[in-house]
């Protein structure tokens, strides 16, 4: 969901629109995937979570 109005462009976050299944999958997917510490996304979710101190896992 992008956030901007005329020349202010704001951060862009997940929407709870939508089908909740398929976010509802893709959400649970993207944490086995972190789990099992598959390599090009583990370094994604620890850069992200130095960021911004949030914790799923």
Same mark, same amino acid.
């Given at each position: 969901? *992008?956030?901007?109005?005329?020349k202010r @462009?704001? /951060?862009t976050? #997940? ?5 909740h +299944? #398929? +976010?509802r ?6 944490l086995? @995937?972190v +789990?099992y510490?598959? /390599?090009?996304?583990?370094g994604?979710? *620890? +850069?992200?979570?130095?960021r911004?101190v949030? /914790?799923? /896992?």
């Amino acid at each position: 969901m *992008e956030n901007q109005s005329g020349k202010r @462009v704001g /951060k862009t976050r #997940i929407s709870k629109r939508g089908n909740h +299944r #398929i +976010r509802r999958g893709l959400h649970m997917s993207a944490l086995m @995937v972190v +789990r099992y510490e598959q /390599k090009p996304f583990v370094g994604l979710y *620890e +850069r992200v979570f130095e960021r911004t101190v949030l /914790k799923s /896992k």
